[in-house]
């Protein structure tokens, strides 16, 4: 891919929503997110990329597995966990994370996601166009399954 129409743009944070899931795939969704922020910070797209779980679970159980990503050297400046300790819903869970966090850009990522390493390149792309205020990723089915 050339570095042709790649924006710099500044800071990102990645926003997710919990609700009871398996700890196994927040990992693997990290993990994913993780190589994908690598390229993105490598090509000079983004300066900062973080992660923000917002947890609207019945029960505080995930916050180990969320931290435990908090590592030096990662690709990821920062991983959060917020326990909200009621079901806010999808919607009304990342109002919650955008009043807590500040950053240029949002990504908002569903929590079982197995992101493609070149994801957030593609998607900040466009927004060499100022008048792009919005991208959306395709989401391809598992087909493991």
């Given at each position: ?14 926003h997710s929503i919990l609700f009871g899931n398996e700890p ?63 079901n806010l819903g999808s919607a009304q869970g990342h109002n ?50």
């Amino acid at each position: 891919m050339s570095a042709k129409n790649l924006p710099s743009l500044g800071r990102l944070r990645v926003h997710s929503i919990l609700f009871g899931n398996e700890p196994s795939r927040i990992d693997q969704a990290i993990a994913h997110l993780e190589r994908a922020a690598a390229v993105a910070l490598s090509r000079g797209v983004f300066e900062r990329v973080e992660l923000a779980y917002g947890d609207c679970s019945s029960r505080d159980e995930l916050r180990t597995t969320v931290v435990a990503h908090n590592k030096e050297g990662s690709a990821l400046a920062a991983v959060e966990y917020h326990y909200f300790n009621a079901n806010l819903g999808s919607a009304q869970g990342h109002n919650q994370l955008l009043e807590i966090g500040d950053s240029d850009f949002v990504l908002i990522m569903n929590p079982d996601i197995m992101m493609a390493p070149n994801a957030i390149l593609e998607l900040a792309r466009v927004f060499s166009d100022r008048k792009v205020g919005m991208a959306e990723a395709k989401q391809l089915p598992d087909r493991k399954s």
